[in-house]
């Protein structure tokens, strides 16, 4: 029971997180935007890691570029060993890490440095082994997740979104403002913990465990991948992530009665589209979940999904919110299988080796 309750515990503790992030963040971050290298006109930002925060910076990515500052998302590894020629001269690199010592950027870092390649790095902590490395740093300190990620998930998301803002000329205090209500939204949400986890019990009680599919656009992809990632982690079930435009492309073929489609639907251009995605896939025998606000829950009930009502919050700042039904059940879901949520049966929590590492 320890180890279970640890994992809500996390879950529980990400809005006081946040808070700390938008309250605390600035005041730090303000003195290191400086000493960051500019990228040139031209340029892109290249957003690097791997896991969670490879995720996170997916859908950073997209707000980036949305606000005028062209960015991409790379993964450590591909970048490590298929990178040539991937960074251009006009290019700007920004590794990540919740942990600082995830085995590819830390050797990707060390790589990038022999080139003369300015580095900027997020983490959590200043005396991680990324943080030095790099010449601009940009630190988190949000208290440490006891396994999978929850808090560094979202922490790790907003503070993409203060750097990509802040260099798109927007002010912090608009950023903080958009922060608290996060955390607020997460709060409140809060409330639904219990519905969500009986429906993981659920889900786990089935002859026949569905695998999931998330299905998202534009800056909820995280969030979409995010919940992928709880699935495989903490309810140990076969879950992945599409992008919805392409899941219609062929892949919905295998979509059936031993599949469990989660479509997330936020406020923008892509609302629409998914609530016709949502009513497409009941035809299939898959179960249809519809992740939404409120002026969506009622159309995508409408549509045949069964809703899991979230709060109304910017599209760019979703996803830390998108994510929370998906934490309370798979917390359920792990629980009724009787197996211990949020802790990893083969891997370390930080990946330190590119080969071997599995956990005893």
């Not at 990893?344 to 590492?357: A, H, L, Q």
Request: with cysteine.
């Amino acid at each position: 029971m320890a180890e279970r309750s640890l994992f809500e515990a996390d879950v529980r503790a990400q809005p006081e997180a946040f808070r700390m992030l938008a309250t605390g963040g600035p005041d730090r971050w303000e003195k290191v935007l400086d000493a960051m290298a500019r990228s040139p006109e031209g340029g892109c930002t290249l957003l690097v890691g791997m896991g969670s925060s490879y995720m996170a910076a997916t859908g950073a990515a997209v707000s980036w570029s949305a606000w005028g500052v062209p960015a991409r998302a790379e993964l450590a590894s591909d970048l490590l060993h298929y990178g040539a020629g991937l960074i251009g001269p006009r290019d700007r690199v920004i590794l990540i890490s919740q942990s600082g010592a995830s085995v590819e950027v830390v050797k990707l870092a060390d790589q990038l440095r022999d080139q003369g390649i300015p580095l900027t790095a997020v983490v959590n902590r200043a005396d991680s082994p990324l943080a030095g490395k790099a010449q601009a740093v940009f630190t988190m300190e949000l208290p440490p997740d006891h396994g999978v990620a929850v808090k560094s998930f979202g922490g790790t998301l907003l503070t993409l979104l203060y750097l990509g803002y802040r260099l798109a000329g927007g002010p912090a205090r608009d950023w903080s403002e958009r922060a608290l209500a996060v955390a607020s939204a997460l709060e409140e949400a809060m409330a639904a913990g219990a519905v969500w986890r009986a429906l993981g019990a659920d889900l786990a009680r089935r002859p026949a465990q569905p695998a999931v599919v998330t299905l998202a656009r534009g800056p909820l992809l995280a969030g979409a991948r995010g919940a992928a990632l709880l699935c495989n982690e903490v309810a140990k079930v076969p879950a992945w992530c599409e992008e919805a435009g392409e899941f219609r492309h062929g892949i919905v073929e295998m979509c059936d009665e031993r599949v469990a489609a989660a479509v997330m639907i936020a406020a923008g251009s892509g609302a629409d589209l998914q609530l016709s995605l949502a009513a497409e896939l009941q035809p299939t025998g898959a179960l249809v979940l519809a992740v939404a606000p409120p002026a969506y829950a009622g159309a995508a009930s409408a549509a045949g999904a069964r809703v899991l009502e979230v709060p109304d919050v910017p599209e760019d700042y979703a996803s830390p919110l998108y994510v929370l039904p998906f934490q309370w059940l798979t917390l359920g879901w792990a629980e009724t299988r009787g197996i211990r949520p949020g802790q990893f049966r083969y891997i370390p929590g930080v990946i330190t080796s590119e080969t071997g590492g599995r956990r005893s």
